[in-house]
């Protein structure tokens, strides 16, 4: 993203928790890749809320370089010190020009410190971030179990815009993929709504010739 400043420029932000504890919301370094690998870990383990299920070498080329870009955001939450909870917000499709300006969000929190608000300090440093880079619209998938994690995607302005049915198999049961958007920018005036005008009836309505196509 041309002319836009990189991750270091934004500060670290402190934030309450509903506790009453302060934490802080920073870029992560190189040094808390190992810390946020376990994280990933743990909460992987748990089995039940995110599609990762090894964190392995893949992960942690993958993590390394999204801590390296600065078009990427890796932030960390610390809790007295400690690395508690994470967010990343990546390209979509990796470096295509056609979605520069849409990014997929992934976040945890460590169990034993989720409910208290960290996970929504965590979004709301993000979003500054993204509203900073130019960022058009944020975009992630959840498990339709995950109710805590809609909830919270559902306060920061997210909506519902798809599902994959019975995409998961969880402990026995299947279970929906939802994709959830959210745009930081005017939405698409002509979102396509599956009946969409062919190129010739647009000619006719407005007059106009088809152009080249797309
Ligand atoms: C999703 C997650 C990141 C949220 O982080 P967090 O620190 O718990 O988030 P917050 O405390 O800021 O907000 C959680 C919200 O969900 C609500 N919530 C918690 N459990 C809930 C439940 N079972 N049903 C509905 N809402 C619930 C909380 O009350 C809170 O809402 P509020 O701010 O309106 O009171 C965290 O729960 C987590 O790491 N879960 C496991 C990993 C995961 O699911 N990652 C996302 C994958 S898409």
């Given amino acids: 993203l041309p002319g836009l400043r990189n991750q270091a420029a934004m500060a670290q932000r402190k934030y309450r928790t509903r506790d009453g504890e302060t934490i802080t919301i920073r870029g992560a370094a190189v040094e808390d890749v ?55 917000l ?17 976040m945890v929190v460590l169990k034993g410190y989720r409910s208290i608000g960290i996970g929504s300090s965590l979004m709301d440093y993000a979003i500054r971030w993204a509203r900073h880079k130019g960022i058009r619209k944020l975009s992630l998938e959840v498990f339709s179990t995950n109710e805590a994690a809609t909830h919270l995607y559902r306060k920061f302005g997210f909506e519902v815009e798809g599902t994959r049915k019975g995409q998961f198999q969880i402990a026995g049961r299947y279970v929906d993929e939802v994709i959830m958007g959210l745009f930081l920018s005017a939405r698409p005036r002509h979102q396509a709504t599956g009946r969409g005008e062919t190129l010739g009836r647009r000619a006719a309505r407005t007059g106009r010739r088809p152009g080249p196509g797309i």
């Fill in 90 to 106: 990546y390209q979509y499709y990796g470096n295509l020009n056609k979605t520069k300006r849409v990014y997929s969000l992934g």
């Fill in 34 to 88: 190992p810390r946020l690998l376990q994280i990933w870990q743990k909460t992987a383990d748990e089995g039940k809320y995110i599609a990762t299920e090894r964190v392995g070498e893949d992960f942690r080329g993958r993590l390394e370089g999204r801590v390296a870009d600065r078009d990427t955001l890796v932030a960390v939450a610390e809790h007295r010190g400690m690395i508690v909870g994470s967010l990343t």
